[in-house]
């Protein structure tokens, strides 16, 4: 069968676009040809798939995200694939992953606290009005066969926004890849970062992601001015950090603030951390709470988090109301300074992640495929 891939930019970093490489796998494994549409490829295993770049307007934003629907729609239309699988909002798709939720949904979310002009800006935005335009055209789509939902957080959305039937959403959680993270090295990680940052015996908190305002870094950064415990705090992933390097400073905690830009041995912070701390404004599923749950770290994470669905309020973590709401962060962090607590909250967080790995979501992935291909 040709199948095929949409995602638009590939990048290492990214969660996305491990689960897209993983899944090229799989199908290739199962005899499948394998195309891809995109308008960046920088991976390996490039000789396993036929590649079709799309190209795309690089300004404006909303141009870009318009000239790359239209242009994998012409590819579809001539390629006349088997099943269309996209990780992207499009023009033409039979399987639609929701890996980012809602659009609008976000919005609502990122204009909380903002003043009535600021949210009228952002809806009149042409970016976020194509955005939206696409979203609304996908979900209301008399092809679109299949959606997965990362969450029944996200599904919810879905169905609540747009109207898609229940039946047609499938939630597949993401997986973690276990072997990433070799938990019997974490005394080495441990002294191995305390090297490397002149750590003592103070809280090691950290925090993975990019997108650095969408999820949270501004406002935990706020909180680490009310932690009362001595600290460091770990800002792991890309993102603009001026304007947060000099709110620390501001606040005085620039000293217990390190931001280690993107790295590619994230196990070493996982592993040689204390808490996981993301108060994220949305996230369907955030990939690295995921991975903290699965290194045994407790995290204080946001109601606007998929894997909240995880966690039981004071068992694997604490879920903040308010992520905006420093002082509520800072109060989660309080309750995980006790080290027994941590012990016991880790250990529960990694027994609530280790059903979710990579080999059950390429499993569950793979069926919804499958599915698909059997009604044509």
């Known amino acids: 069968m040709k199948v095929a891939l949409i995602r638009q930019k590939y990048t290492p970093f990214g969660g996305a676009e491990r689960y897209m490489v993983r899944l090229i796998e799989e199908l290739v494994a199962l005899g499948h040809e394998v195309h891809v549409l995109a308008s960046s490829w920088d991976a390996e295993g490039g000789e396993k ?3 079709h770049p799309v ?3 690089r300004k404006p934003g909303w141009l870009k995200s318009l000239t790359f629907s239209l242009g994998c729609k012409r590819i579809i239309e001539r390629e006349r694939f088997d099943v269309v699988f996209s990780l992207e909002r499009t023009l033409r798709q039979d399987i639609y992953r929701a890996g980012d939720g809602c659009h609008r949904i976000w919005l609502r979310r990122k204009n909380l606290g903002r003043g009535w002009l600021a949210r009228l800006a952002t809806y009149l935005s042409p970016f976020q009005l194509a955005y939206m335009a696409l979203e609304r055209r996908l979900y209301t789509d008399p092809a679109l066969a299949a959606v997965i939902a990362n969450s029944e957080m996200g599904k919810r959305e879905i169905v609540e926004l747009y109207g898609v039937p229940e039946e047609k959403i499938r939630v ?3 997986g973690v890849d276990a072997a990433s993270f070799p938990l019997q090295r974490r005394e080495e990680y441990r002294a191995r970062l305390a090297e490397a940052y002149g750590l003592g015996e103070e809280l090691r908190i950290l925090y993975v992601g990019s997108g650095f305002k969408r999820k949270g870094v501004p406002a935990l950064i706020e909180a680490a001015a009310k932690i009362t415990v ?3 705090l770990f800002i792991v992933g890309k993102g603009r950090t001026g304007a947060l390097m000099r709110r620390a400073q501001r606040l005085g905690v620039a000293q217990q603030v390190v931001f280690t830009g993107p790295v590619r041995d994230v196990e070493r912070f996982y592993l040689g951390c204390d808490i996981f701390a993301f108060p994220t404004l949305y996230d369907p599923f955030s990939n690295a709470t995921l991975e903290a749950m699965a290194c045994g770290l407790p995290v204080v994470t946001s109601r ?5 669905e995880l966690i039981r309020d004071g068992e694997q973590g604490v879920v903040l109301r308010d992520p905006l709401d420093a002082g509520e962060i800072a109060a989660a ?5 006790d080290p027994l607590r941590r012990l016991r909250m880790g250990a529960a ?7 979710l790995t990579m080999q ?3 499993r569950e992935t793979l069926e919804v495929i499958g599915e698909v291909l059997e009604k044509r």
């Open 360 to 362: 059950r979501n390429s």
């Open 349 to 355: 967080a990694a027994e609530a992640a280790a059903p």
């Open 230 to 232: 001595p600290f460091k």
């Open 304 to 308: 606007y988090n998929g894997v909240a």
């Open 55 to 57: 190209s795309v307007a």
């Open 172 to 174: 597949v959680y993401n």
């Open 333 to 337: 962090v309080a309750q995980l300074a």
């Open 49 to 51: 798939i036929r590649l």
